[in-house]
Nanobody, 127 residues
Framework: QVQVVESGGGVVQAGESLTLSCTVY????????FGWFRQDHGKEREGVAC????????FYGDAVKGRANISRDNVQKFVYLQIDSLKPEDTAMYYC????????????????????WGRGTQVTVSS
């Protein structure tokens, strides 16, 4: 059974940085692209960032471009999302997701193309 686990959320002040972590059990970690999505109350789920299985390709949503860095460690089997200069509008539940096929990636921000999802980790940015 595949289990995706996120961690690292919390309450931070505007302007601070935060790093989220994601790992997976029951899946060949190094063969899949990972994405981060977020959703706040009453808003649509939004693609934040994505990294290919090798880590060569990285993509970012417009809302975090220039402030975020997605990375992965295929030995320790973690994917990280660091966001700097956090804003109150970054407040959301952040979800880690795994692309539907091994060693492939398409339109990274389409949530429906990710097969496995974590339960989310809450990030709250206070002004």
């Amino acid at each position: 059974q595949v289990q995706v686990v996120e961690s690292g959320g919390g309450v931070v002040q505007a302007g601070e940085s935060l790093t989220l972590s994601c790992t997976v059990y029951g899946l060949s970690f190094e063969s899949y692209a990972f994405g981060w999505f977020r959703q706040d109350h009453g808003k649509e789920r939004e693609g934040v960032a994505c990294i290919s299985w090798s880590g060569v390709w990285r993509f970012y949503g417009d809302a975090v471009k220039g402030r975020a860095n997605i990375s992965r460690d295929n030995v320790q089997k973690f994917v990280y999302l660091q966001i700097d200069s956090l804003k109150p509008e970054d407040t959301a539940m952040y979800y880690c997701a795994i692309w539907k096929y091994e060693t492939s990636l398409g339109a990274w921000s389409r949530a429906e193309d990710y097969k496995y999802w974590g339960r989310g980790t809450q990030v709250t940015v206070s002004s």
